[in-house]
């Protein structure tokens, strides 16, 4: 294996030797979309173009499902013994890990994260992802009901069928795990259709499921456009389940696109406007360095990214110039082949656009720029936006109540508990929020009041695949993550029988 560079010169040269693959991956191989059309990936780090890729449509997703139905319905994967489909999935999980390098790289010239991050966090964390799945394939039981002497009623869970996965572009590779793990324990097919802006690492997930020894037809992966692909894979009348990842606007039109074509289940994890509710005991180093990591880390493209700071007014002045020290000192913007950077790009020129657009908004709004607030190395020709902290905010502007999903915080002052509490519930979202006091008799208070998936206490953005993972509200319904995730891919069917 080939020393890991240290330098950006030597990322750039393993980029550039990089064999990518942008074709469709159907029943098992690789193909061109059945009309031949590919679209340009241009890489946010700098603008150009690097790949072309699939650009699939109803016709591809046609096949794709019927592969994973004919998969499914032959059983080779449904109703293969427990322990083998633990040993696929667990060679699964291992062949992500030799692959890392190679998974990073697409990962960071798709999307523009720091390569120290997708080869840190994203890779590890979707290979931990399958491999924990894949050692609860032999721990699934069935149930038998408690009845009357001479009946028995067994409840037993079985696969939905076939599953159509669509996650985005902000973490391709986990999210992806997320699906993939608990959709194939349970023993469905999967079309996997990652965003437009992050399809390759994707493509190599679905040969390295192969290699693993999945059958034909078990895992699918479909790049192209939401309308053009997401939308037939959402309407197709196979196709028994969507499970997706990404905006509420979206994630209403996947309820309506279930509703338009066969009662499809739907699980959905959408945006978020988190809170921090800093108290006036707070430890208020501690929290700093948590709302900064919880905002810019990942360039702030994080579904629960803490964006709303609501601090005490007593001590809303020192941690604000708290969080910009933290950010200053540990969280540097940079290209993200540089060693150090823990800031990147943002996913594109449209969406750098339109956070920046945020930021002036938030200013006419009557907010300050307190950190920040312009456009960043536009000499890479990338698109990078710097670290931005907006203070003085009320609730009612849009930059509190919107989703920026850039490295934005949003600082809205509180003076009473109460108050605090109308403010974090005070949005259409509910995906996480934390709570900063040492007083714990309201540290529970507060974490029982704010309705949101997950409340953190004196700390943020810890997680366990043994913890459940989604919203209240418009953030979604439905959990990845822990056990509870496998049961939203099966069906429980109850087999009642009387003895005479």
């Given at each position: 294996m080939l020393d890991r560079p240290t330098t950006r010169d030597g990322w750039l040269a393993r980029a550039a030797a990089l064999k990518i693959e942008g074709r469709a991956f159907i029943g098992g191989a690789y193909v061109a979309?059945?009309?031949?059309?590919?679209?340009?990936?241009?890489?946010?780090?700098?603008?150009?173009?690097?790949?072309?890729?699939?650009?699939?449509?109803?016709?591809?997703i046609d096949r794709a499902v019927h592969s994973a139905r004919?998969?499914?319905?032959?059983?080779?994967?449904?109703?293969?013994?427990?322990?083998?489909?633990?040993?696929?999935?667990?060679?699964?999980?291992?062949?992500?890990?030799?692959?890392?390098e190679e998974l990073a790289?697409?990962?960071?010239?798709?999307?523009?994260?720091?390569?120290?991050?997708?080869?840190?966090?994203?890779v590890p964390f979707c290979a931990n992802c399958i491999q924990y799945y894949a050692e609860l394939a032999d721990k699934l039981v069935d149930e038998v009901a408690p009845v009357g002497p001479n009946d028995v009623a067994m409840v037993r869970k079985e696969p939905l069928g076939v599953v159509g996965a669509i996650v985005p572009w902000n973490y391709p590779l986990i999210i992806a795990a997320w699906k993939l793990g608990p959709a194939l324990v349970a023993g469905n097919s999967v079309v996997l259709k990652p965003a437009e802006q992050s399809?390759?690492?994707?493509?190599?997930?679905?040969?390295?499921?192969?290699e693993a020894g999945l059958p034909d037809g078990v895992l699918n992966v479909i790049p192209?456009?939401?309308?053009?692909?997401?939308?037939?894979?959402?309407?197709?009348?196979?196709?028994?389940?969507?499970?997706?990842?990404?905006?509420?606007?979206?994630?209403?039109?996947?309820?309506?696109?279930?509703?338009?074509?066969?009662?499809?289940?739907?699980?959905?994890?959408?945006?978020?406007?988190?809170?921090?509710?800093?108290?006036?005991?707070?430890d208020?180093?501690?929290?700093?360095?948590?709302?900064?990591?919880?905002i810019y880390y990942?360039?702030?493209?994080?579904?629960?990214?803490?964006?709303?700071?609501?601090?005490?007014?007593?001590?809303?002045?020192?941690?604000?110039?708290?969080?910009?020290?933290?950010?200053?000192?540990?969280?540097?913007?940079?290209?993200?082949?540089?060693?150090?950077?823990?800031?990147?790009?943002?996913?594109?020129?449209?969406?750098?656009?339109?956070?920046?657009?945020?930021?002036?908004?938030?200013?006419?709004?009557?907010?300050?720029i307190a950190h920040g607030g312009k456009r960043a190395l536009a000499e890479t020709g990338g698109f990078y936006v710097e670290p931005t902290i907006l203070d003085g905010a009320s609730n009612a502007m849009r930059i509190a109540q919107e989703e920026i999903f850039g490295p934005v915080v949003v600082v809205i002052p509180f003076a009473t508990e109460a108050e605090a509490i109308e403010l974090a519930n005070d949005t259409i979202y509910g995906l996480a929020a934390a709570v900063w006091t040492r007083d714990m008799n309201a540290a529970h208070r507060l974490s029982r009041a704010i309705r949101a998936g997950t409340i953190w206490v004196n700390t943020y953005d810890r997680?366990?695949?043994?913890?459940?993972?989604?919203?209240?509200?418009?953030?979604?319904?439905?959990?990845?993550r822990s056990p509870h995730a496998i049961d939203k891919y099966m069906d429980f069917k109850t087999i009642w029988t009387a003895y005479q």
């Open positions: 979309a059945a009309d031949g059309a590919t679209f340009a990936k241009v890489s946010p780090i700098d603008g150009k173009v690097f790949a072309h890729v699939a650009d699939c449509g109803a016709p591809d004919t998969s499914f319905e032959s059983g080779v994967w449904r109703d293969a013994d427990p322990a083998k489909k633990k040993k696929i999935l667990l060679r699964f999980a291992e062949l992500v890990r030799e692959h890392g790289l697409l990962e960071t010239l798709d999307v523009g994260k720091p390569i120290a991050n997708a080869l840190g966090v994203d399809p390759l690492g994707a493509l190599l997930l679905g040969r390295l499921g192969k192209g456009f939401g309308e053009k692909a997401g939308r037939p894979l959402a309407l197709h009348p196979d196709v028994d389940m969507i499970a997706f990842t990404g905006s509420t606007e979206v994630g209403k039109l996947m309820l309506i696109y279930a509703g338009q074509s066969n009662l499809k289940r739907v699980a959905l994890e959408c945006g978020g406007k988190s809170p921090h509710v800093v108290m006036p005991d707070a208020l180093d501690a929290a700093a360095s948590s709302i900064a990591w919880g990942n360039q702030g493209e994080t579904c629960h990214a803490g964006s709303r700071v609501l601090a005490h007014a007593s001590i809303r002045e020192a941690l604000v110039e708290k969080i910009a020290a933290v950010q200053k000192a540990e969280i540097p913007l940079g290209h993200p082949f540089d060693a150090g950077a823990q800031l990147g790009a943002l996913i594109e020129e449209r969406h750098m656009e339109r956070v920046l657009g945020y930021i002036g908004l938030g200013v006419s709004e009557g907010a300050r997680s366990s695949l043994a913890t459940p993972f989604g919203g209240f509200k418009q953030s979604g319904f439905g959990r990845d």
